[in-house]
């Protein structure tokens, strides 16, 4: 009986639990339902809403329609109107009266004949001052060496092709082929050709303007006189903006050898290029003209005479400064650079002038930065480099030649 007793109790409370787990589902249902009725009935409620407001919304509507079909139609009344209103008042008389009679003028109004001349002159004269400033402008400068001849005067000892801005110069001068090698060889030709002695033994390179290419032909004359054997000095005289400046070295160059007395072949620094040597410009000095002594630069150069076969000097532009005139004083020639197209003439006979006028000996100009196809000599380049393209056929045939077996010796021209 207790066991009986104590199952009983177990499926109670079992059915108890069970009953508890159903009515708490049931509740959740009922809940969810309850819910989503109400969800509806908000829903039933907007829609409802919406639906008496578009009715309310089609009755404005139609009386706003009705309100525009009657005024249309009384403006169309209207227009027709006021049409035969319109026309019925153009077929009365005209409510015209004559105020003041014309009369013919003496002289006609338009056109001015003597203002639009006097305008007409005014133009022309400033059309004509344009045009002559702009002629000026693009015409007096130094393009060829027919120019440099008739403007300036001077020799003109070669024109220098433009550097193609790709291509290093210094692969340029190492090129026996190419255009501005052959232009160099051309003017170191020219000037050891232009006086009794040969090449100047000091040379003084200057210019009217910087960047005209002054240095770069100080330089390539340098590199192509010691090229062929020659021991060569090149001198950085331009202490205001230097080129060939040498960092490693600051306290030695021209400048200290002009102010501090001391030997001229320690101040001498050799470079790459076999046989060519530089004397940078040293420090900057505050004004270069005051230590530029043309007895202690002829000094200078009579000590390195010895050494050197030629001595090229880079020098400053001439207008404006007159370091290049108290260096050209002491050297046996001066050349005289010139930029193609952009040199004025009138800037160039200034410099030329003062040149002359300070004792300077000027053996000619060379034209820098010119276009080849210009010069007279741009042909020589073309056919040099095709034969050198064609592998020079000539020496084939001499080859050719010389590969012929002769015993005894005797070359006939019927053979040949």
Known sequence: MVRLKSRIDELNRQISSEAGRSVAALRAEYEAALAEEKSLRTRVNQLSSAALSERGESIQYNILQREFDTKRALYDALMGRYNEMSVAAGVGAAQAAIVDSGQVSAQPYSPNTILNAIIGMLAGLLLGAIAAIVWDRFTNTIKTKEDVKQKLKLTAFGAIPKKDKKVELSDELADPHSEIYEAYAHLRSTLQLSTIGGFPKTLLVTSANPEEGKSTTSYSLAVQ????????????????????????????????????????????????????????????PANPADILVPSRLKGILTDLAPHFDMIVIDAPPTLGFADAML????????????????????????????????????????????????????????????????????RALIEALSDRDDPDGDWHKADL
């Open 225 to 284: 006189l010691a090229t062929v054997g020659k021991r060569v000095l090149l001198i950085d005289a331009d202490m205001r903006k230097p080129t060939f400046s040498v960092d490693q070295y600051p306290d030695i160059g021209l400048s200290s050898l002009l102010t501090i007395s001391g030997v001229p072949r320690d101040h001498i620094l050799q470079t790459s290029q076999p046989g060519l040597f530089l004397m940078p410009s040293g420090p900057h």
């Open 327 to 394: 260096l050209g004083s002491v050297c046996e020639g001066t050349l005289f650079a010139v930029e193609s197209g952009k040199t004025r003439t009138r800037a160039a006979l200034t410099a030329v002038n003062q040149l002359q006028m300070s004792g300077v000996r000027l053996l000619g100009a060379v034209l820098t930065k010119a276009a080849v196809s210009a010069e007279e000599y741009s042909y020589s380049y073309r056919y040099y480099r095709q034969a050198v393209a064609d592998n020079n056929p000539r």
